[in-house]
């Protein structure tokens, strides 16, 4: 099992920068990929990045590319999400996962999720 506790949200203005961390505990010693997902009111959750365990492959979906970054720390058991230019619409709950691979995160295959992390964006 793998215990994934996400923190760094809260309220920013529009323009702003914030940086959620995702701490991992329990079986850490699997490869896992990581990754982040958001989900705003009313929506379905939606990809936002993911990492592979060495760190060397990154992917970033289309809609925040460019604003947002993602790395990990293995030796913390921490991955980030670096956000910056944050609009309105990045308003949501921000999930990290788990998973074998990067791909199977990015098909909404991961193993373990986070309880999320509420970011508010203000006009």
């Known amino acids: 099992q793998v215990q994934l506790v996400e923190s760094g949200g809260g309220l920013v203005q529009a323009g702003g920068s914030l940086r959620l961390s995702c701490a991992a505990s329990?079986?850490?010693?699997?490869?896992?990929?990581m990754g982040w997902f958001r989900q705003a009111p009313g929506k379905e959750r939606e990809f936002i990045a993911t990492?592979?365990?060495?760190?060397?492959?990154?992917y970033i979906a289309d809609s925040v590319k460019g604003r947002f970054t993602i790395s990990r720390d293995n030796a913390k058991n921490t991955v980030y999400l670096q956000m910056h230019s944050l609009k309105p619409e990045d308003t949501a709950v921000y999930y990290c996962?788990?998973?074998?691979?990067?791909?199977?995160?990015?098909?909404?295959?991961?193993?373990?999720w986070g309880q999320g992390t509420q970011v508010t964006v203000s006009s």
């Open positions: 990492i592979s365990w060495s760190g060397f492959y990154t």
């Open positions: 329990g079986r850490t010693d699997t490869s896992y990929a």
């Open positions: 996962a788990a998973g074998r691979s990067s791909t199977s995160i990015r098909r909404f295959q991961s193993d373990y």
